[in-house]
């Protein structure tokens, strides 16, 4: 997973569904447009069934080659073939994650609107920051707005680590965090929820990412 120019789509699944189900959406989506990660992320679930959905959907991302990444669980990622793992605050410590996923598999860290807590993520191994909430977001229906355009310019402007924007993004406003400088944007209702679809949002995100003006150099 990489910050190329332009942003990027970054996938984070639903809070709950059935994999068995959900696996033909997935697929749907990503053969609608350009993803360049996807995050399963299933709180609350037993070992047993975060497994159970790795096995369905990791290989319905790696076959498209998109990177697939499981939210919390390094060890699990690791068990599972997961292409690595993300991490918050609250979870398996960032440097403690980099050990067991190894120095080949992606490690994400989400760091708020903190730029301590990035420049933290980014030495303790990171291989991008996640920086949110940008916008309310009725994923997390008690997290605030913790996050300002400022932290994405700046670390566009310093850092050659990939950043990830979170938190309530959609199709109308998106642009002003692509033209910041973030390199993926991270979305669920946007795809998920979207009235025509997944493959629907897919597209409709990366369009309105292509008629964003892009972040200077």
């Known amino acids: 997973m ?3 120019n332009p942003c990027r789509l970054y996938l984070i699944t639903p809070a709950a569904f059935d994999p ?15 993803v360049g990660a996807v ?12 497994r159970r959905a790795i096995d ?32 918050g605050q609250d979870d398996t410590k960032a440097r403690d994650a980099r050990l067991i996923l190894g120095p080949d598999l992606t490690l994400g860290v989400s760091c708020h609107g903190s730029r301590e807590l990035a420049m933290e993520a980014g030495e303790a ?28 310019a700046w670390w566009h402007e310093i850092m ?20 910041t400088g973030a390199d993926f ?8 929820s979207h ?3 997944a493959a629907a949002g897919v597209r409709s995100m990366n369009a309105a990412i292509a008629a964003a003006p892009p972040a200077s150099i």
């Not at 068995?20 to 350009?34: E, I, K, Q």
């Not at 944007?185 to 998920?192: D, G, P, R």
Request: overall charge negative.
């Open 2 to 4: 990489s910050g190329d």
């Open 20 to 34: 068995a189900v959900f696996r033909d959406t997935l697929a749907a989506a990503l053969d609608a447009g350009d």
């Open 39 to 50: 995050q399963l992320r299933l709180k609350n679930a037993s070992d047993d069934e975060v």
């Open 56 to 87: 369905l959907l990791r290989p319905v991302a790696q076959q498209r080659d998109v990177a697939f990444l499981l939210n919390d669980r390094p060890d699990l990622a690791v068990a599972g073939g997961c292409d690595g793992a993300h991490v």
């Open 125 to 152: 191994g990171a291989d991008y920051v996640a920086f949110g909430a940008f916008y309310p977001t009725g994923s997390k229906a008690d997290a605030p707005v913790e996050a300002e355009l400022e932290v994405l």
């Open 160 to 179: 050659e680590l990939p950043s990830v924007a979170i938190g309530g993004i959609t199709v109308d406003n998106c642009a002003p965090l692509v033209t």
């Open 185 to 192: 944007l991270a979305v669920i209702s946007a795809v998920w």
């Open 195 to 197: 009235p025509e679809g």
